[in-house]
């Protein structure tokens, strides 16, 4: 694979950008949400070449062969008005472990059932995902089952203050992000946990 | 199991199909309800309708669409867009997966979610004449 650095499909090409661009198709790259880094977006040619945008806002004209790219000054108000049309990402709930524990205070259900309750009444629209984790201590089997064993524990008591919970979203996850993060047979609590996303 | 049982439970396996999964979930549009094409079948959707492999969302003028995946991938379709959601594979387990949307008209904007940890490239977006690999990124696609 040839890469293609973007800046200089910008220098060859930039005079005749600078006219500006009706019609097409165009990819703009933004400056990244929240904390995150700016990440990267790749033109994929059919040849194997590959054109990489990774400053925020490069542009590039898609066409047929090679694509033209060229740095924008500011985000474009039409693009921000559609990013601001992104649905607003809610801060994942997080309720720790005991080393091979599952129980949980009253007050951490007390605060999830409030912070559900403040999204309105019709929670219908949201989903709600109850993730398990562990540490990676233990074997791969023995670990998804705690998970899980975990993950039903939060579900089922948030079911019993009257939420709906759909089965597909209780979820094992397991040691996989902690094999991921910090290797097999490391103890770490953090990875001992359960999180709720609602989306 | 008596040989009757065996021949109904045989016809009923080759004739179901499985339920898809969602994959994602319509959370705010503008404007009303949005088209959303299914099997040939076109559906009206509101917030919180739930979206599947294969959906081609399509958005009126001046209208806007927001949706989440269960990858954490969220997306803004933009005014008079058609949206196809081609591919869309997520182990929600392992956390890793792959997908492909095309652009077929409009615009869409995309915030990445965890699919892009899987590996380079394995979110896709396309448009009638290229393929774009997500590599962990905000960004705004038009196709007029």
């Known amino acids: 694979m040839r890469v293609r650095p973007a800046s200089l499909a910008a220098a060859l090409t930039g005079a005749l950008l600078l006219a500006g661009c009706a019609g097409g198709e165009r990819v703009t790259l933004l400056p990244a ?24 806002n490069s542009q590039a004209t898609l066409r047929a062969g090679s694509p033209r790219v060229r740095q924008l000054e500011s985000v474009d108000p039409a693009y921000a008005e559609l990013i601001n049309s992104l649905p607003t990402r809610i801060e994942p709930q997080v309720i720790q472990f005991a080393t091979a524990g599952s129980s949980i205070s009253a007050d951490q259900i007390a605060n999830l059932k409030a912070l559900l309750e403040s ?59 902690a094999v991921r993060t910090v290797g097999d047979n490391q103890e770490s609590s953090r990875f001992r946990a359960v999180t709720i996303k609602i989306r | 199991m008596t040989k009757l049982t065996i021949l109904i439970s045989a016809i009923v396996g080759l004739v179901a199909t499985p339920a898809l999964a969602e994959i994602g979930r319509i959370k705010n549009a503008s404007q009303g309800a949005v088209n959303v094409i299914r099997d040939g079948k076109s559906l009206s959707a509101k917030p919180g309708f739930k979206l599947e492999e294969g959906d081609v969302i399509t958005t009126k003028a001046g209208q806007r669409v927001g949706i989440t995946f269960i990858d954490d991938t969220r997306m803004a379709v933009g005014p008079s867009s058609r949206i196809t959601l081609d591919e869309y594979k997520y182990d929600r387990a392992r956390q890793t997966g792959r997908s492909l949307t095309s652009v077929n008209r409009g615009s869409l904007g995309v915030d990445s979610g965890n699919i892009t940890r899987t590996g380079a490239d394995k979110m896709r977006v396309r448009t009638p004449t290229s393929t774009l690999g997500v590599r962990g990124t905000t960004f705004v696609v038009e196709v007029t």
Request: no cysteine.
């Open chain 1, 33 to 56: 949400a929240q904390d995150r880094d700016v990440g990267a977006l790749a033109v994929l040619g059919e040849d194997g070449e590959e054109t990489v945008l990774d400053t925020a």
């Open chain 1, 119 to 177: 999204l309105g009444p019709d929670l219908s629209i949201y989903q709600i995902e109850i993730a398990g984790y562990t540490d990676s201590v233990g074997t791969e089997q023995d670990n998804v089952r705690l998970s899980q064993s975990r993950a039903n524990q939060v579900a089922q008591l948030l079911r019993d203050e009257g939420f709906e919970i759909a089965d597909e979203d209780v979820i094992g996850r397991g040691e996989y992000d």
